[in-house]
Structure formats: structure tokens, C-alpha cells
């Protein structure tokens, strides 16, 4: 339908708006921006969106996130602004939205409303409940969707309070599922020539990925509780303290655990009744771990990686930022990627995934400054004149 900016990526000649604040709408447009298509995020003038200002010491969220997509200023509580939104979503492939639901409607924005100006538009609509049901107008996050999707009930130490990893997971569970149905939704397009809504709740993309929780219930009257560290009845395969950092070996298949015990120097667990079968090394995981726990503590993890590829076991140290930027794995596949920034020198973060071979998305720049591409957008674009968006600037509608 359109011609985007970019020269690369799988998604190059597809247009994006993206409405979302914080970060499931905006993790889908990033990406979406990734592989290429022309993302132009519309932010609320003055402060924009809110991840503009987050961060411990420095507002460095908003580089990743934003990054390779392009900026104006709307006030979408307008209804100017809302007309000039109607005139960028005639030109546009996809329109992402996560607004509370309703909130769109009533500005006149539906889609109902917008599939009269651009049938072939896929509206990307992420909430924390989906678009129907009893709690579709709750205000939900990420957090929320992670408890009643099930996640946090099994995150965390059995003797503690539900806990967290620290990241969002909820959102950006969505944020894949809302852009792999936008994808799914792209190709139906490609055959009718119609648009369609995509409907992504975060509560609902959490418990896609809860394996047979729901089954194991029905079922068997199992419920899985909160184990900490470890699978049930799975081991060893576990996180271990060694000298300077926690190692994590993953050894829990028969012909895998020989081989552990033989780099260990323990050939005689393999023999041992109470560890010689999966079945009976998950009735004794506590004092296998500790066993291997003892072992690995005087050691460092290069030592016990070097044992471990050796004889064929998996294991991997459990990397913090500094041990991703020096390994040669990340390093050989430019896993994180230096990018030129504005404000900061040496700036560093993730590259784009997953690979194509004939495709490959790219990081471009980061994340723009608030308006920078009013002028491209509204005069270039949708042929604006310069008297008309000194007006709409004045007004406070761009």
C-alpha cells in the first residue's frame, strides 16, 4: 500500500502509527520498526510519552524502545487533532493502539469509523483484558496480566509472597503476540484485501505460555505451586555458587548425568541407586544439589565451563550486562551492537532478532527527539503549508 523509509528489513514498505504509551503498544512498533516498516509514533504535545522519562540515572529506556521510528505531536483530545489522525490513517498499514478500550470509540476513532476511510487497515488494539468481556475497561498492566495469567503464582521461593524478575514480561508477551497477529493479519490482507482487528490482552498472552498448567488441572486435579530454583523432580538442573559467579548445569537425562559425574570425578553417582535414574535423582534433588553445590564452589566458571563442553554437559554462566558485552558468542553474532546517539558516547544495546538470512533488520537511530519529524510528516506528507502548522502549534494541537 505505502512506501516506507527504510532499505532494508522484511516489513520495508508498510507504515506503522503507533498510539500506544508506555511499553506493550510501543515494544510492537519497535518490533515492527526493526524489520523495516515506517513507524511514526504520534505522542501528546508537551510531554509526550510518559517512557521519555524513565530510568534510574539517565532516561535510557526510551533509546531502545523508540529506536528506528519517527515522531510527531498530535492532541488526540482535540478534534483537529483526531481529523489530522484520519488523514495519516488513510495513508497507513496498521494503526497501534493501547488506550483502556473504549477510550478510542469515544474520539470517534473505532475502527467501525476507521475501516470506512481505509478498509484495508489492521488495527493492533493491546490492553490489559482485551477490547471484550466484563474487566475490558479495568486500567491494566503488565503486572496485572502476569498475576491473573498465572506467572506470578509460580514465580519466586515457595516460603515467600509471589515475587518478580525484573522486567516486563506481561507487556511484552503482548507486544509478540499483538505483532504476530498484525503478521498473521497482513497475509490475510495480502489474499482479501481487507483489514482486520488484532486483539492482544496481556493477561491472555501470559497464559499462552503456561505450558500445561490449565490440562494438569482439568485433569489430574494438579495445581503448580512456587519451587524456587528448581523444576520439581527434574535435576540436577540448577543454579550453582561458584568462586566468581553462578553457573547454571543442566544435566538431568541419564546419558547427560554420567557425564557429569565423570567430569566431576564422581563416577560412582551414576551408579549410585538414589541418582542413577532420572526418576530417582528428582526424589533426591535436595542433596544431589547440594552434592554438585559442594563441588562447584571452590571452582571458578570458567574452570567448570571448560569441564562441562568438554565432556559434553550443558551449562552457561549466569551473565549480567558486563559478561554479555565480552563474550565471544554475543560478540560473533553482534547480540548487542554499538549505535551513535546524540547525548551519550559509546552507547550500546541489543541488536535486532531474530535473524533473516536475506532481511535482516537493522537499528537505524534511537529513539527521536519529541516532534522531530512534525515538518516531514504534516508538510511532506499531508501536504500541510508552514502558515497551517504554525497554527496547529499555536492551538496546541500539534
Known amino acids: 500500500m505505502t512506501k516506507g523509509n527504510g532499505d532494508m528489513g522484511a516489513l520495508s514498505g508498510l507504515r506503522v502509527i503507533e498510539l500506544g504509551q508506555l511499553l506493550a503498544g510501543p515494544f510492537c512498533g519497535q518490533l515492527m520498526a526493526d524489520h523495516g516498516a515506517e513507524v511514526i509514533k504520534v505522542e501528546q504535545p508537551g510531554p509526550g510519552d510518559p517512557m521519555r522519562h524513565w530510568g534510574r540515572e539517565m532516561p535510557l529506556w526510551w533509546s531502545v524502545v ?10 488526540l483530545r482535540k478534534k483537529a487533532g483526531q481529523d489530522i489522525l484520519r488523514k495519516m ?19 470517534g476513532l473505532g475502527y467501525d469509523e476507521l475501516s470506512k476511510i481505509n478498509p484495508g487497515l489492521i488495527m493492533i488494539r493491546v490492553s490489559g483484558y482485551g477490547q471484550t468481556g466484563p474487566y475490558a475497561k479495568r486500567a491494566g498492566y503488565g503486572s496485572i496480566g502476569e498475576a491473573m495469567g498465572g506467572m506470578r503464582n509460580l514465580a519466586g521461593d515457595p516460603s515467600t509472597p509471589p515475587s518478580r524478575i525484573g522486567l516486563s514480561i506481561g507487556d511484552a508477551l503482548a507486544a509478540m503476540y499483538a505483532c ?3 503478521l498473521a493479519a497482513l497475509r490475510h490482507r495480502e489474499m482479501t484485501g481487507q483489514g482486520q482487528v488484532v486483539d492482544s490482552a496481556i493477561y491472555e498472552s ?25 523444576l520439581p523432580n527434574v535435576a540436577p538442573s540448577n543454579a550453582y555458587a561458584a ?8 544435566a538431568n537425562q541419564d546419558t547427560v548425568f554420567t557425564r557429569l559425574c565423570t567430569a566431576m570425578g564422581r563416577e ?14 528428582g526424589k533426591n534433588q535436595k542433596e544431589l544439589d547440594e552434592l554438585i553445590g559442594r563441588w562447584v564452589k571452590d571452582q571458578s566458571c570458567e574452570e567448570i565451563m571448560a569441564l562441562m563442553e568438554k565432556h559434553g554437559v550443558p551449562a552457561g554462566k549466569i551473565y549480567k550486562a558486563p559478561d554479555m ?11 548487542i551492537i554499538k549505535v551513535n546517539h546524540p547525548a551519550y558516547k559509546n552507547f550500546y544495546m541489543q541488536n535486532v532478532f531474530p535473524k ?29 503549508s508552514e502558515n497551517k502548522i504554525k497554527i496547529l502549534k499555536e492551538k496546541n494541537i500539534i
Do not use: C
Not at 523508540?66 to 492532541?75: F, G, M
Not at 560412582?268 to 535423582?281: F, I, N, V
Open 356 to 384: 533473516l538470512s536475506a532481511t535482516q533488520g537493522q537499528v537505524k537511530w534511537v529513539g527521536p527527539e519529541l516532534g522531530q519529524h512534525n515538518t516531514e510528516i504534516f508538510q511532506n506528507w499531508l501536504g500541510f
Open 66 to 75: 523508540a529506536r528506528n521510528k519517527k515522531s510527531v505531536t498530535l492532541n
Open 180 to 182: 504476530i497477529g498484525a
Open 206 to 230: 501470559v497464559l499462552a505460555m503456561m505450558e500445561a498448567t490449565i490440562p494438569e488441572y482439568t485433569q489430574a486435579g494438579f495445581i503448580r505451586e512456587r519451587t524456587g530454583a528448581i
Open 89 to 107: 490513517i488513510a495513508k497507513s498499514d496498521f494503526l497501534i493502539e493501547n488506550f483502556r478500550p473504549g477510550t478510542m470509540e469515544k474520539w
Open 268 to 281: 560412582d553417582l551414576a551408579r549410585d541407586e538414589r541418582y542413577s535414574t532420572h526418576q530417582a535423582r
Open 243 to 250: 568462586k566468581d559467579g553462578d553457573i547454571l548445569i543442566a
Open 325 to 335: 558485552l565480552v563474550d565471544p558468542q554475543f560478540k560473533a553474532r553482534d547480540a
